[in-house]
C-alpha cells in the first residue's frame, strides 16, 4: 500500500509520501540508539514533565489533530477531537503513575537483600492501525517512554501526517531529538526494522496476518512482542436486562468509530424472551443515525477508511445473505464517492457466514437468539477471537458465571467495553498476548532486574 493521505469521504489524494530506504532507516536507528543511551538517565520527573506538556498539547490541538485523523481516515470529527483529548489523559496517568509502577519491589531470599528493579530494554518498535490514529499510539509510547525506552513508529500507511504530528508533539513537549521517532515505511520492511540488533522489542496493534508476521520475525531473533489484534466482541443480553440502558449502549458499541473498533460489539446474543424487543428497538436507533460528511457537526457514521476495506465488509455481508442470514437495514455499499457503508442489521445468520465466523470491520451488527445463559455463553465463546464482552443481567449468579466462564481479556457488566488508561486492556485466543494501559501496561517493556545482595 502506497503512504498517502487519501480523503476517504472523496477518494481525493492529498499528500503522499517516499518510504524509507534502508540506510535511511538505519541511519535513524542508529540515532535512536545514541538517544537511548542520554535517555535512560533522565529522571522520571523530567520525564513526566515532557509527559504534561505533551498533554497541554494534545488539548490546546484537539481540535486541529482532530480534523487531521477525520481527514485521513473518515471517523466523525467529535469522536476524532475526542480521540485527542484522551491521548492526554493516558500522557497524564503515566505522568503521574509511573514513579509507583517502577518503584524497586522486595523480594524474600537467602541474601541480605533482595528485591526486583525494572529498568526499560531500549528501542522499541510500534506497528500501529489508522482506526485510532492517535490513541494506538500514545497508549503505547506514553508508558514506554515513561520506562526510559525510546520509540520507533512505523504507523499505518493511510495514515502518515497523522504519525508525523506524533512526533511533532513529542518533540515540541521537549523530548530529546530522536526518543520518539516516526518511520514512514511500508509493512514489507518492518522486517528490516526488528531484525535490526538495536531493536529489543516490538508492539503490533492490527490485524491476524499482520501480528502473526511481526511475531514469526521476532521468534527469529528472539525478541518481546505484544500483539493487539482482532476481536468479535459478544454483547449478551438476558432478559433482566434495563432495556434502555442495553439498546443505547449496543448502538455506540457498534458505531463508534464507524464500526471499525477492535472492541465494537459484533454479536448481539440475546435471550429469546427479549429479542423481538432489543431488535426492532435497535433498527429504530440504526434508522436515525445520520451517515455523511465525517466533518460535520452531526454526522453520526462516516465513510470508511478505506475503499478496500469497505469492499471487504461488502463481500462479508453478501456472503451471509447468500447463505440465508436476512438484513433488517442497509446491506449493500452506499452508491457515490466515498467509501459509504450504511448501518446493517443482520439476524437469521447461520453459523458458517462470515456474520458469525469472521470480524465484520464497519456499522455491521449481527443478531442471535439464544434460550438460556448456557447457550449464550457458549455462542459467545465459539469464535477464535477473545478480545472484550459485555454482558447485560440485573441477576447476580447470571454475572458471575459471564464473569467466569466469558473467554475474553475483559468483561463488562451492565456497560460497553472500553479502553481506560487505568485498566489493563489486551485480548487471549487469536485476538493477541500481552496488555497494554496500566501497571500491567508499563511492564511489558521493561527488564525486571533481579538484584541479590550478600
Ligand atoms: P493491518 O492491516 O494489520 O495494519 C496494522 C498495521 O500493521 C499497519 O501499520 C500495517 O502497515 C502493518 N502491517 C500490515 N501487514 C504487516 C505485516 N505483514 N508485517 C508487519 N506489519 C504489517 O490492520 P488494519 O486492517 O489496518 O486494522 C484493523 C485490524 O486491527 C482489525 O482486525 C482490528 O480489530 C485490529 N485492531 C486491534 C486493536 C486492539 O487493541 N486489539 C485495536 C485496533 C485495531 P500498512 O498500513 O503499511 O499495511
Partial sequence: ??????NPYNGETLKTFTPLTSAEIATKLTQAQSAYIAYRQIPLTQRSQWLEKAATLLEANSQTYGQ????????????????AKKCAWVCRYYGEKAAEFLQDQPGESDGSAAFVRYQPLGVILAVMPWNFPFWQVFRFAAPALMAGNVAVLKHASNVPQSAIAIEQIFREAGFPDNVFQTLLIGASQVETVLSDQRVQAATLTGSEPAGASLAATAGKYIK?????????DPFIVLESADLDKAVKAAVTARMLNNGQSCIAAKRFILQSSIADEFEQRLLEKFQSLKVGDPLAEDTDIGPLATAAIRDELAQQVEKSLALGAKALIGGQPLEGPGNFYPPTLLTNIPPDAPAAREELFGPVASVFRVDSLDEAIALANDTPLGLGASAWTKIETERDRLINDLEAGAVFINGLVKSDPRLPFGGIKRSGYGRELSREGIHEFVNIKTVWLD
Wanted: charged share 20%.
Fill in 1 to 6: 500500500m502506497a503512504i498517502a493521505t487519501i
Fill in 68 to 83: 487531521l485523523m477525520t481527514t485521513e481516515m473518515g471517523k466523525p470529527l467529535k469522536s476524532a477531537v475526542a480521540e
Fill in 224 to 232: 518481546k512482542t505484544v500483539l493487539e489484534l482482532g476481536g468479535s
